[in-house]
């Protein structure tokens, strides 16, 4: 089995495999989402389990989360690749990197689905290692959109082509596309003040209640998934359901979305993307890396 510590790949490599496990065609039942198993003592593990029929593999990545009362939790992300011919692992790989390049190029990859041709501006709100990311693979797919960005705690240093907003409204105010990408618990914008047709991602965290929208703003948005089962687990769709929103109103998923199956916004309210990872996306990029490292590495662990 290979272990690879360090994987690397491309935007370009990472957005192709992501088009190509969502356009699966086997792919037309809900992709699997992610499952907690809570630890003794506090902490706990999650898993994101996937099969990418195409490539003959299953793979699962589990991401443990270990409290420490002396310090920082520590958090850590494997996936592994098993050989659906074999049952045999074919490689290991540290998906902590991994994990920012899928969280970044989904979001991307849904929102230029969702934006109209002539987008032409965009805000990343949150501009850490996640939100750079989000920069950067907007930029690859749609360089000639403009991308502002604000983080509460100041941009300090915003990367090429990326222009640092006083404050959030600076960086808001005109937007075709806002990227939420902070770690918030709690409401960062509410998409009801924004134009119809402008598109809002949110990526949130896994905290029990986190979110980044109201959710009494939900029922007034276009609502898109990167899967069904998200339903189920973004705090934000979940109270909003509780409250009365009908989750059957759900536009579409990101796969149906790729394969053209979707209904595209209306136009006529604000457009809300939500995301909480899946394993289908680590696996597609897992294997992506996999495959460059054998270009590089001639099939040597490292």
Known sequence: MRVISSPRVSEQAVLAALRDA???????????????????????????????????????????????????AVVTAWTMLVSLSTGQPLALLDASELTVERTAATTVLAADLLLPPGARTAAVIGYGRVGRAHARYLRHLRPGMTVRAFSPEGVDEADGGVQAAANLEDAVTGADLVMLCTSAADNVIDPRTLPAGTV?????TNAPGAREIPPAAVEALDVYVDALTTLQVAADLTRAAADGWDPAAVRGDLAGLVAGRAQGP???????????????????????????????????SR
């Open 200 to 204: 809002v991602t949110s990526i949130s």
């Open 266 to 300: 209306s136009g006529e309210r604000p457009v809300y993307f939500r995301s909480v990872g899946l394993g289908i996306e680590d696996a597609a990029v897992a294997w992506a890396a996999l495959h460059n490292d054998n270009a590089t590495t001639k099939g040597q």
């Open 22 to 72: 969502f356009g699966t065609p086997s792919l037309t039942a809900p992709a699997p989402g992610q499952f907690v198993v809570d630890l003794p003592g506090g902490g706990d593990v999650i898993h994101y389990p996937a099969v990418l029929p195409h490539a003959d593999v299953y793979s699962v990545k589990v991401s443990p989360y270990l409290p420490d009362p002396a310090g920082p």
